[in-house]
């Protein structure tokens, strides 16, 4: 099974600041078969990048993914008031698919 | 604009059985495969399986073996997850998602249903 570990656990952020999720496999993850997941409370998680890098359909582009095989990143270019939440990433390259243990985005 | 459409909140015993429903809508059911996701209280998003609604093929996370079965009924759209023996572990949000259905590398999630609260309480 491949473990998903996200860093930091939280991330305290400013509006318009800049946001640098990790998401680190513990093993090679084939073909970038990676998401990212947003999901604020009470609701559905929301997939905003998919295959690491591309962005889901309605996503604004200050969302943006990067990386390959084993170290993957995720990065909000300027926080906007609703970007607060947990986000979590998601490998979908190996089954059993896994999730990451979230990283939430809090005000400062 | 696809759509996925859960049924409502079920409150268990302890050894008892769930079944929860997800219709879909707003695209070609047969296309794509369902997956299953659960939320305990306060945790992460935990994997449970998928559907694939061409074939009818399953994958199951190895703990719920045995316990889990996903199944669909396509003259609906709608996809069902059952999940027997209940505990107090199994309380949590069930999600159904759009996606995935296969065996090698799948897909990511692009649409979830808006979740449904399974309580397990004696």
């Known amino acids: 099974e491949i473990v998903l570990t996200q860093s930091p656990d939280t991330l305290s952020l400013s509006p318009g600041e800049r946001a640098t999720l990790s998401c680190r496999a513990s093993?090679?993850?084939?073909?970038?078969?990676l998401g990212w997941y947003k999901q604020k409370p009470g609701q559905a998680p929301r997939l905003l990048i998919y295959a690491a890098s591309s962005r889901a359909t309605g996503i604004p582009d200050r969302f943006s993914g990067s990386g390959s095989g084993t170290d993957f990143t995720l990065t909000i270019s300027r926080l906007e008031p609703e970007d607060f939440a947990v986000y979590y990433c998601?490998?979908?390259?190996?089954?059993?698919?896994?999730f990451g243990q979230g990283t939430k985005v809090e005000i400062k | 604009q696809p759509r996925l459409v859960q049924s409502g909140p079920e409150v268990k015993q302890p050894g008892a059985s769930v079944k929860v429903s997800c219709k879909a809508a707003g695209y070609i059911f047969s296309n794509y495969g369902i997956s299953w996701v659960r939320q305990a209280p306060g945790q992460g998003l935990e994997w449970m399986g998928w559907f694939n609604a061409n074939n009818g093929n399953t994958n199951y996370a190895q703990n719920l073996q045995g316990r889990v079965t996903m199944t669909a009924d396509t003259s609906t759209s709608t996809g069902y997850m059952e999940l027997r023996s209940l505990n107090s572990d199994d309380t949590a949000v069930y999600y159904c998602?759009?996606?995935?259905?296969?065996f090698g590398p799948g897909t990511s999630f692009d649409y979830w249903g808006q979740g449904t609260l399974v309580t397990v309480s004696s």
């Open positions: 998602a759009r996606g995935d259905g296969y």
């Open positions: 998601h490998q979908y390259g190996d089954s059993p698919r896994t």
């Open positions: 093993q090679s993850i084939s073909g970038s078969n």
